[in-house]
């Protein structure tokens, strides 16, 4: 990971380290949806997410200062959607809940909110997976990033549920006919979100 625009580059091990712990399935970083300059920050905050998930310790060197690393593009201003909602997540699951407010705070304005269902688009939106339904499937990375955000509201002692209601309810119609989703990072955010359930 080579040092950009968040400053979130050699405070982390490798992809092999983090590959390697159990429950997690990230094998390289095209897996992550690479945002610019922000790219190395996506990467940054899924893997403070996996070591707090994991259970680690706020004193473990790598979680410490990926944390630290992460505190510091907030205040610097995130300007990106997706790391708008892995952040809040992140900060979220390490008892920053001041930072998380305000992530979804600007996620919701942001959210696309019709028919009484919450869900979030990305700026320039790719062409939408087939889909034999009469319902067309969002792209994956739209499916993440709103599995992020939900992961944000229902993380907190006091989960705002019937928020998180109308997201559960746009992503149960992103779902394929197996009750799964369309790639395998979907699923593993999907998986971590039924273990906080």
């Known amino acids: 990971?080579?040092?950009?625009g968040s400053g979130?580059?050699?405070v982390l091990p490798t992809i092999e380290v983090l590959s390697s712990i159990p429950g997690t399935s990230l094998k390289n970083e095209q897996q992550l949806p690479m945002v610019g300059d922000e790219k190395d920050l996506s990467l940054t905050a899924y893997i403070v997410g996996a070591f707090l998930e994991a259970g680690l310790s706020l004193t473990f060197p790598a979680l410490r200062n990926g944390l630290f690393c992460l505190q510091e593009a907030y205040q610097s201003g995130v300007?990106?959607?997706?790391?708008?909602?892995i952040l809040a997540y992140v900060f979220t699951i390490a008892g920053d809940e001041e930072k998380a407010?305000?992530?979804l705070k600007i996620l919701d304005q942001s959210a696309t909110k019709t028919n009484n269902v919450i869900h979030w688009e990305r700026a320039k939106k790719p062409k939408m997976e087939e889909s034999s339904s009469f319902l067309p499937r969002a792209p994956s990375a739209e499916i993440e990033k709103t599995c992020y955000v939900l992961l944000a509201v229902i993380s907190p002692k006091i989960?705002?549920?019937v928020y998180a209601s109308k997201i559960v309810w746009w992503l149960a119609q992103q779902m394929n006919s197996?009750?799964?989703f369309s790639s395998t990072q979907v699923m593993d955010v999907g998986q971590i979100l039924m273990s906080s359930v």
């Open 1 to 4: 990971m080579n040092e950009q």
């Open 8 to 10: 979130c580059s050699s």
């Open 79 to 85: 300007t990106n959607g997706y790391n708008h909602a």
């Open 101 to 103: 407010e305000s992530l």
């Open 159 to 161: 989960p705002d549920l």
């Open 178 to 180: 197996h009750g799964g």
